[in-house]
């Protein structure tokens, strides 16, 4: 079955970097479009950044500038998130839209200190 194998996430400084990745295994054949959520504690779910299937992306007005969503050729998909400040401390999850359907990773903590 299709699964989104989320890796990357972790404890980081405030003004430090990580890079998630969201592997998909499975058959999923091909990716449409994708998008990374987020969600911290105590709060709702947060859509972080998007991108279509021609490559167009968009991002929360919180995080543009400092995160970059990506994808390969090898159905992985990347958020490159720079300048970490402590709001950005959530669950994070990717969101990948596929011709086989629409799939959820199982989530990694990013936690940034202060």
């Known amino acids: 079955q299709v699964q989104l194998v989320e890796s990357g996430g972790g404890l980081v400084q405030v003004g430090g970097s990580l890079r998630l990745s969201c592997a998909a295994s499975?058959?999923?054949?091909?990716?449409?479009?994708m998008a990374w959520y987020r969600r911290a504690p105590g709060n709702q779910r947060e859509l972080v950044a998007t991108?279509?299937?021609?490559?167009?992306t968009n991002y929360a007005d919180s995080v543009k500038g400092r995160f970059t969503i990506s994808r390969d050729n090898a159905k992985k998909v990347y958020l490159q998130m720079n300048s970490l400040k402590p709001d950005d401390t959530a669950v994070y999850y990717c969101?990948?839209?596929?011709?086989?359907?629409?799939?959820w990773g199982q989530g990694t903590q990013v936690t940034v200190s202060s």
């Open positions: 991108m279509t299937t021609t490559g167009s």
């Open positions: 499975g058959n999923i054949f091909s990716i449409n479009s």
């Open positions: 969101r990948v839209y596929s011709p086989r359907g629409n799939y």
